[in-house]
């Protein structure tokens, strides 16, 4: 079954990270900004447009979506979970603990969805993270908005934030 919770997001960031990273954020340089997303194998962060409170639906493999609506950005990135099968998706300020099915790696689908409500919970962008267990995982930009560059090589190397 698919988790959906309140997310309030600063620094128009959402990270997903290994629940036993020491320096879980990522550093964003002009390249990552200009994508949407800054990433490490163990660490995504995807870049928000205006807006601080989200709601996040996490679906693992085939579950089926809740949250309703078109997605503006599609982002595809590889993920490593380890040792166990914690993730935690949040922000600076808040985060959720997420069980996922078992460590390996994954696919990591991110979408941003539009606002509305979901439960009497009035929130200003949707967003959508399914996790697929997949050994050749790969990084794509399957749909963007206008505040995103694809013109240019994706960067994927970041450093953690200090």
Known sequence: ?????PLFVSYQQVA????NLDSPFNDWGPRHVSQGFSWRSESVSFR???GEMCMIEVLRDAESPTLGGVSTREILTPFELIEDNSVIIGSITD?????????GK??????????GTHELHKFDH???FRFVKKDDAVFEIRKADQEMDTSSPLDLHAQAAQ
């Open 48 to 50: 928000i447009p205006d």
């Open 16 to 19: 997903v990270f290994n629940s």
């Open 106 to 115: 994954y696919q990591v689908i991110f979408e941003l969805l539009p606002g």
């Open 95 to 103: 985060e959720n603990n997420i069980s996922i099915l078992e460590g």
């Open 1 to 5: 079954m698919a988790d959906i919770f």
């Open 126 to 128: 949707g967003i959508r």
